[in-house]
T-cell receptor, first 119, second 115 residues
Framework: DARVTQTPRHKVTEMGQEVTMRCQPILGHNTVFWYRQTMMQGLELLAYFRNRAPLDDSGMPKDRFSAEMPDATLATLKIQPSEPRDSAVYFC?????????????????FGNGTRLTVT | AQSVTQPDIHITVSEGASLELRCNYS??????LFWYVQSPGQGLQLLLKYFSGDTLVQGIKGFEAEFKRSQSSFNLRKPSVHWSDAAEYFC?????????????FGAGTQVVVTP
């Protein structure tokens, strides 16, 4: 089964350090989402890409978060500098949207997440 | 903007008993509706979805959900739960005007299955 791969699975870091999370979407998927999950806020959409172009990153704190897709096989989410309130599980999800097609017809495939702890 | 509410944070059910998880949405029209399941340490997996047509939709793992426009609800059901159904369940809504596939998730319902 094709799957979305996220690395690392766990990351513990000290406040102020840079954190980079990586996601390998399913081959052929052209839409990538980054979600953050916390007990208090639940699942929040941070950013998403279509054909590697960022469409919306309004859910991200711009001063410290950045999301990129250097190529079709890699999406990255970076936090610099990290803060304790960034502690959460970060999920990447990928899907497909054909030309004129209904994107929701293709279910999102989620990775297993990166559990980030900032001390 | 659309929103979704899952009134039950936590549900405990006996193995073999029936299960119903509630979901209410807020949207100006009929949205796209989804149920996802998350097992511990895992990502979310799609159980079923509703776009239009038959208001009772069947999903994987023996789950079904019924769309009720009059109640703005999309409740998930399973006639007989198995211990492996213990997980967190998320209802999600997508706007029909959105071509990008953004989903608004509910807060989730944690399901515990007792012997």
């Amino acid at each position: 089964d094709a799957r979305v791969t996220q690395t690392p699975r766990h990351k513990v870091t000290e406040m102020g350090q840079e954190v980079t999370m990586r996601c390998q979407p399913i081959l052929g998927h052209n839409t990538v989402f980054w979600y953050r999950q916390t007990m208090m806020q639940g699942l929040e959409l941070l950013a998403y890409f279509r054909n590697r172009a960022p469409l919306d990153d309004s859910g991200m704190p711009k001063d410290r978060f950045s999301a990129e897709m250097p190529d079709a096989t890699l999406a990255t989410l970076k936090i610099q500098p990290s803060e304790p309130r960034d502690s959460a599980v970060y999920f990447c999800a990928s899907g497909t949207a054909g030309s004129g097609g209904l994107v929701y017809n293709s279910p999102l495939h989620f990775g297993n997440g990166t559990r980030l702890t900032v001390t | 903007a659309q929103s979704v509410t899952q009134p039950d944070i936590h549900i405990t059910v006996s193995e073999g008993a029936s299960l119903e998880l509630r979901c209410n949405y807020s949207y100006g029209a009929t949205p796209y509706l989804f149920w996802y399941v998350q097992s511990p340490g895992q990502g979310l997996q799609l159980l079923l979805k509703y776009f239009s047509g038959d208001t009772l939709v069947q999903g994987i793992k023996g789950f079904e959900a019924e769309f009720k426009r009059s109640q703005s609800s999309f409740n998930l059901r399973k006639p007989s739960v198995h211990w492996s159904d213990a997980a967190e369940y998320f209802c999600a809504v997508g706007a029909t005007t959105d071509s990008w596939g953004k989903l608004q998730f509910g807060a989730g319902t944690q399901v515990v299955v007792t012997p």
